[in-house]
């Protein structure tokens, strides 16, 4: 069993920054086979793509609501995944959740629980 434990969210003025960390584990979990991803859902709207990180090249994909001011990134050797979130927006309020795709599959089957961002204006 695949698990994921979000950390870094929390309460923040317009156009501070973040940092979310997503820890992956599991007994048979190869953490370097997996594209890693971070959605978000705010209050009232439908969980959203925020961005990705492949698990062979490494290559990333964002939302154009967070491109150019939020940083994907990954380190194998501590199975967690990285989200740098700067410039940040009130419209950025949302829990943050962590994903996981096993390579050569389309669906991200492993979810973690989530962590709150606030953005105060």
């Known amino acids: 069993q695949v698990q994921l434990v979000e950390s870094g969210g929390g309460l923040v003025q317009a156009g501070g920054s973040l940092r979310l960390s997503c820890a992956a584990s599991g007994i048979t979990f190869s953490f370097s086979r997996y594209t890693m991803a971070w959605f978000r859902q705010a209050p009232g709207k439908e969980r959203e793509f925020v961005a990705h990180?492949?698990?062979?090249?490494?290559?990333?994909n964002y939302a154009d609501s967070v491109k150019g001011r939020s940083t994907i990134s990954r380190d194998n050797a501590k199975n967690t995944v990285y989200l740098q979130m700067n410039s940040l927006k009130p419209e950025d309020t949302a829990v943050y959740y962590c994903a996981a795709r096993e390579r050569f599959t389309g669906e991200y089957a492993y979810w973690g629980q989530g962590t709150q961002v606030t953005v105060s204006s």
């Open positions: 990180i492949t698990w062979n090249t490494g290559t990333t």
